[in-house]
């Protein structure tokens, strides 16, 4: 391990978040932090000084409300300027941001302001501010809501604007930098709740400054300054938080923010990023995508299958040290004909680091991205962790999700849960001892609710959650997260749900791809038809049941997949059916396909 949780500790020992931020402040003023579009497609762009004198005055028109150290002010704001600069505003006044998401119904909006005991909200515009309103009885501690865009006219209109807020004194940022503690709350993480009511995890603003301590001795490279990255999933959830938010104020990266997450991929190949997180379903869509122009000419296709064939190989000795110069040659050929196009077309050819986690992928999908030049590798972790456990940036062993993070220690309990401790642990749920005490044991060691195992070098594979384990009617205990993985290496599948649980063997519905489905119908005969009546077309079916057999290959006779459903309506995030970064509601699914399901068994 290159430094330990001690030293780390000692690295950051009098800092907080807004200590970073007006280091970075300092000397990075007048590098661009942040941009946003605007309606004519050209770039708005914020300095580091300009980010931090907007903060000043919002901090100061808060303080004016009412608002000092220890309130909760809960946000509900999409990936804009203005999140950055209100996060902070929060923080300088020693108070506690907290993000919701912005799909939260008005019920939500209801239990997650009322938990924290949220005194003021900000939300973008009047479609955000009608939940607040709906919610209004239910949130008695609620005494002020602050709208960034007003309605012209009608309801909300008589409320406090942000533009008003920005019109205070600014507050001086150097002497309120000290009002919070490194013990104080810097946010609420609210877990996305796959089952039961969302926990607030509480992480401290010594948790955040140890685990940006921790990426940068991940990362192993040193010149952050000025990297690309666009922020793009919900800034509800700590992987986008520390990903661009927290990581972009202390390393001066240039954050692009993208207010929609659909429209990610044209904002890549405009911004091409450097850094760029996603879950699982944001590269499969990449791959997708491509895989699926290439179809349109089978023998441009055949040609790039065969590179990455080839590229393979080559890529895997890069990383155990053992590449010769003859495949060094061969790599630089296939890159000069075919990868570097590929990169390019997807706004991915600036890439430095590329990361997935949140859910499981693939192993031959972070191959394929290897092979192509993108050095895609595998994080884990937990919003009650800070975000990353176990990492590898440039080491990767495809399948597993690396081991330990810089200064954080892991192990496997004796029923293989898999646990950690350090600095980057949090200080336990809100308003909820009883959940915290099963969660973090007195050792201090964090209890993730994942099955894993730990192999020589310290690397770790996760099995499968500890609770999602699909038990049949035989006794047999079986990850769904490894059959899910493995439907989606079917061409024309995007999305599965592994179904077994008390029942005579396992079954899957599987949702078709959209890209590759329709340039695949279009060869064979089916052209012009929906997804949903493609689903039910025997020549679709038939052909993901020819791709199961492969795809079941690596399991054992129990564990196999033995029936699937296949669907056309694409499972959508922050839904009956996904959480908002795309992990499976099971609940939700059987529920949903209760119909389906039942009719896998009865044929």
């Not at 809960?74 to 996060?87: K, Q, S, T, W």
């Not at 607040?132 to 501690?141: M, R, T, V, Y």
């Not at 004194?169 to 609210?190: C, H, N, V």
């Not at 057999?549 to 009956?576: I, Q, Y």
Request: hydrophobic share 45%; glycine share 8%; net charge negative.
């Amino acid at each position: 391990m290159s430094v330990t949780n001690e030293e780390l500790l000692a690295r950051v020992e009098g800092r907080n978040v807004c200590t970073e931020f007006l280091k970075t402040v300092d000397s990075l003023g007048d590098q661009v932090a942040l941009r946003s579009k605007n309606e004519d497609g050209s770039w708005n762009e914020i300095t580091f000084s300009g980010w931090a004198d907007q903060v000043a005055r919002l901090a100061s028109g808060l303080a004016a409300q009412g608002i000092g150290r220890g309130d909760r002010v809960v946000m509900m704001l999409r990936n804009i300027p203005e999140f950055h600069v209100a996060d902070f505003a929060v923080l300088f006044l020693g108070a506690t941001p907290v993000s919701i998401y912005n799909s939260s119904s008005a019920e939500q909006v209801a239990y997650l302001a009322g938990h924290c005991d949220a005194k003021l909200a900000i939300v973008e515009d009047k479609g955000f501010l009608a939940r607040f309103i709906e919610a209004a009885d239910q949130l008695p501690k609620l005494e002020t809501t602050i709208i960034l865009n007003p309605p012209a006219t009608g309801e909300g209109s008589e409320l406090t604007t942000w533009a008003t807020l920005m019109e205070s004194d600014p507050l001086d940022l150097a002497e309120a930098a000290s009002t919070p503690s490194a013990d104080d709350l810097a946010t609420i993480i609210y877990t996305s709740g796959t089952t039961g009511n969302p926990k607030g995890v509480m992480l401290s603003h010594r948790n955040i400054c140890w685990t940006v301590e921790c990426l940068k001795e991940a990362y192993g490279f040193d010149d952050f300054v000025g990297k690309r990255v666009v922020s793009y999933l919900p800034m509800a959830h700590i992987a986008e938080r520390m990903s661009s938010h927290y990581q972009g104020a202390f390393l001066g990266y240039t954050v692009s923010t993208c207010p929609e997450a659909g429209q990610i991929a044209a904002y890549a190949r405009e911004v091409k990023p450097n850094v760029m997180f996603g879950v699982p379903r944001v590269w499969e869509k990449v791959y997708a995508g491509v895989n699926a122009a290439l179809a349109a000419d089978p023998e441009k296709k055949k040609a790039v299958d065969e590179a990455v064939a080839a590229a393979i190989p080559i890529c895997e000795a890069m990383v155990d040290g053992t590449v010769t110069d003859e495949q060094r040659e061969t790599y630089a050929f296939l890159d000069s004909v075919a990868f570097s196009t590929i990169r390019e077309l997807v706004g991915l050819d600036e890439i430095v680091l590329a990361v997935t986690g949140a859910a499981p992928m693939q192993p031959d999908m972070i191959r394929w991205f290897r092979a192509i030049g993108v050095p895609l590798s595998e994080i884990y972790g937990m919003s009650e962790n800070s975000g990353p456990m176990c990492f590898s940036a440039f080491s990767p062993k495809v399948g597993t999700v690396g081991p330990a993070c810089p200064g954080v220690e892991v192990r496997i309990a004796e029923d293989g849960e898999v646990c950690c401790r350090g600095g980057l642990v949090f200080e336990g749920y809100l308003n909820e001892p009883g959940k915290t005490d099963e969660a973090l044991d007195a050792d201090g060691w964090l209890h993730s609710g994942d099955i894993g195992e730990m192999d020589a070098d310290g690397y770790i594979k996760i099995v499968d959650r500890k609770k999602e384990l699909i038990i049949t009617a035989g006794g047999k205990n079986i990850s769904p997260a490894n059959l899910e993985a493995a439907l989606k290496g079917i061409p024309l599948v995007g999305q599965a749900a592994a179904i077994g649980d008390n029942r005579p063997f396992v079954s899957a519905l599987v949702v078709l791809d959209p890209d590759p489905t329709m340039v695949w119908a279009e060869q064979h005969g089916l052209g012009g038809k929906s997804l949903a009546e493609l689903a039910t077309e025997p020549e679709v079916i038939a052909e993901i049941e020819a791709g199961l057999v492969d795809a079941m290959a690596l399991f054992n006779n129990a564990e196999r997949v033995k029936k699937v459903t296949v669907l056309g309506e694409e499972w959508l995030p922050d839904s009956e059916l996904l959480t908002p970064t795309s992990k499976l509601k099971r609940r939700g699914v059987n529920a949903t396909f209760a119909d389906e399901i039942e009719a896998m068994y009865a044929r």
